[in-house]
């Protein structure tokens, strides 16, 4: 096992983690505001899946991508001033908790109408083709996502017009307050990709290393035979749908179960049974992530407002 | 009659629901999160339990798909209450509501009726940015063919929605996610309270305000200020947007000669422009003062706090339309704000 590559990715998870404690916090102060996502509990999959991909290859997301922001960009100070509507923040403060951008690093949201982006995700992949780049797009999005319009519309031409897109859907069990079994009328959304046709696979969303292999191969695949493959992460997320959701709809024993394979504990456990760090070690790359969190913090804090008279700048129509 | 008692304005929506799904099984209720979770914002509460499954129906999130079951459901006689979770996904529904709904009773020669309300929150809450904050109306106003109506009140939500739900025609139903804990009188007994009609919620002598739904709340946060400087307002709560009453409007600056429209949403062809159309074309006579409109600013919605409180009218823009279409301030007609944005 490569160490490099496993601390990298602890470092990562952990990064994600400590930054959205921070922002829980934030939020009970009322430095956040609006519906703050967490995803806590489901780390390994954006982290896997991005870590699997070319620093070029395209990241689309949802609502709750705060972790699929840090994996691809590290930049901790943008995404928490954007939190705090600042106009340091990555969108300027405009967008918030679920809007995240960064062009630079083809970071492309950010999309908060369920389904909605996952046309646009072919659309993306459908300009690498078009043009004859060999980029893949990263189509992340949830379970409850599985029966909307878009969603299969999106599948339907990826698959028809062969576009390099990797879907992958993150499986938390739960839309809001609904478990999946109460409105899939299949057992896993994967079995969806079939018909379109695609390919798919389903992977314990909770580890990571077995993310990143099956997105690895999927990426290369696409980027190859320009194709769109269908992955099913089946995770967890620990906390409520938003940071105001209580989650009183599952049971505490369920959590229990699931919280027993936080994946980043699993990939800690990994990496000392290999002997690559001890839990010494580990704790000081977490305090390294509590620092820079920390910094993010302050930088988000000292940072200004955007200027009232700003309101009005990129409407052109 | 018996004494009207207190209930937040999601217990008055309830209650419409509840009185109407116990006199009439064929109406149903269906909708994200609305039975076992007890509704996304508690409207529904009680409800699942009370009606079961088969009438309080949870769907998966597919708002085309469930909208158009709830049409073909209405075409063959079940009276159909659907909920969007907010008004802002309803526009992935958008076919089956202005493509299909608006149309039917018309394309067919009116061999169908559609009896169908399409109900949930609309307009923004605090900081949910562009795609959360979106008050949709005048877009829906826009299609003859929806009934669309907005209330203020407790009271007026349980009415309004009796009346909804006994129309045979589809209504767009939009309630305000900031107004579920509003609290106010509703009449006990039977109430239901006619789509189409306005009502004075506060009478005035010098500048009659028109307003709906949150709106009317901040037209009376600027009516009391505007008391103060010896101004007095009329607010007019349109109540419905379609059909219009045109006369409560025209018959409201006929005794105040001055009108401000306070809408929330874009400026550009919102029901305010309309209601202005109508006031210079009707009420041309009438008017001492060009009538004016306190809107949005023509932008999607920032999610910067600061920039949502300047994008969203406010009774102080209120106060400050009203003082210039007195003739009292010169103030500049646009915020001076960069870009497009007024
Ligand atoms: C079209 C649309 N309908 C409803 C919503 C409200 N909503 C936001 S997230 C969500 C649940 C989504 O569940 P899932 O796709 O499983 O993603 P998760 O939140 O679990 O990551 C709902 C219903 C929305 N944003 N867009
Ligand atoms: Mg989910």
């Known amino acids: ?317 | 009659m018996p004494e009207p008692r207190v209930l937040t304005f999601r217990e008055a929506l309830r209650e419409a629901m509840v009185e109407e799904m116990e006199r009439d099984p064929s109406i149903f209720l269906m909708g994200e999160e609305v039975g076992h979770y007890n509704g996304a914002y508690k409207v529904s509460e009680g409800m699942l339990a009370r009606f079961g499954e088969k009438r309080v129906i949870d769907t998966p999130i597919a708002e085309t798909g469930f909208a158009g079951v709830g049409i073909g459901a209405a075409m063959v006689g079940l009276r159909p209450i659907i909920e969007f979770m907010t008004w802002n996904f309803s526009l992935v529904a958008a076919d089956q509501l202005i493509n299909n709904a608006a149309k039917l009773r018309y394309m067919s020669n009116g061999q169908f009726t559609l009896p169908i309300v399409f109900r949930g929150p609309g307009g923004a809450a605090h900081a949910l940015a562009a795609q959360h904050s979106q008050a949709l109306e005048s877009l829906y106003a826009h299609v003859p063919g929806l009934k669309v109506v907005m209330p203020s009140t407790p009271a007026d939500a349980k009415g309004l929605l009796k009346a909804a739900i006994r129309d045979d025609n589809p209504v767009v139903f939009i309630e305000s996610e900031v107004m579920y804990a509003l609290k106010g009188d509703v009449p006990a007994g039977e109430h239901v309270v006619p789509l189409g009609v306005a009502d004075v919620k506060r009478p005035g002598r010098d500048v009659t305000l028109v307003a709906w739904s949150k709106m009317v709340h901040t037209a009376l946060k600027a009516a009391d200020v505007l008391t103060g400087e010896g101004i007095e307002a009329e607010v007019v709560d349109l109540r419905t947007l379609r059909p219009l009453d045109e006369r409560a409007v025209l018959a409201s600056v006929a005794r105040t000669h001055r009108c401000v429209v306070v809408q929330e949403g874009w400026p550009f062809a919102g029901v305010a422009a309309e209601l202005i159309a109508l006031v210079a074309r009707e009420g041309f006579d009438d008017l001492d003062a060009p009538p004016e409109r306190v809107t949005n600013l023509d932008v999607p919605m920032p999610y910067a706090r600061n920039l949502e409180n300047v994008v969203l009218p406010s009774p102080e823009r209120v106060v400050a339309t009203v003082r210039r279409v007195l003739g009292l301030t010169e103030a500049p007609r646009r915020p001076a704000v960069a870009g497009r944005g007024r």
């Open chain 1, 1 to 317: 096992m490569d160490a490099t590559l496993l601390l990298g990715l602890y470092r990562q998870m952990a990064l994600c983690r400590r930054f959205e404690e921070a922002a829980a916090k934030a939020y009970s102060q009322g430095k956040v505001s609006g519906f703050l996502h967490l995803y806590v509990g489901q780390e390994a999959v954006a982290v896997g899946a991005i870590s699997a991909a070319e620093p070029t290859d395209y990241v689309v997301a949802t609502y709750r991508e705060h972790a699929h922001y840090l994996a691809r960009t590290g930049d901790a100070r943008g995404a928490m001033a954007e939190l705090f509507g600042k106009a340091s923040g990555c969108s300027g403060g405009r967008g918030g908790s679920m809007h995240l951008f960064d062009a630079a690093h083809r970071m492309l949201g950010g999309w908060a109408i369920v389904g909605g982006h996952v046309p646009i995700a072919a659309g993306v992949a459908f300009a690498s083709k078009y043009r004859d780049e060999k980029d893949v797009t990263l189509c992340f999005f949830g379970d409850g996502t599985a029966n909307m319009g878009a969603f299969h519309e999106g599948l339907a031409l990826a698959g028809l017009w062969k576009l390099p897109v990797v879907f992958i859907c993150e499986n938390n069990q739960y839309a809001m307050g609904t478990p999946l079994y109460r409105t899939l009328s299949v057992e896993d959304v994967a079995v969806r990709a079939r018909g379109y046709p695609m390919e798919s696979e389903i992977v314990n969303g909770d580890d990571v290393l077995e993310v990143r292999e099956a997105v690895r191969h999927a990426v290369n695949r696409a980027r190859r035979e320009n194709l769109p493959i269908f992955i099913e992460a089946k995770t967890y997320r620990f906390r409520g749908h938003s940071v105001a959701d209580p989650a009183t709809y599952r049971s505490k024993e369920e959590l229990r179960k699931w919280m027993e394979r936080d994946p980043i504990r699993m990939l800690a456990d990994r990496i000392q049974t290999l002997g690559i760090a001890t839990e010494e070690q580990l704790g000081a790359l977490d305090d390294e992530v509590k620092a820079q969190v920390q910094d993010a913090v302050e930088f988000a804090e000292r940072t200004p407002a955007p200027e009232p008279d700003t309101v009005g700048e990129h409407v052109y129509a």
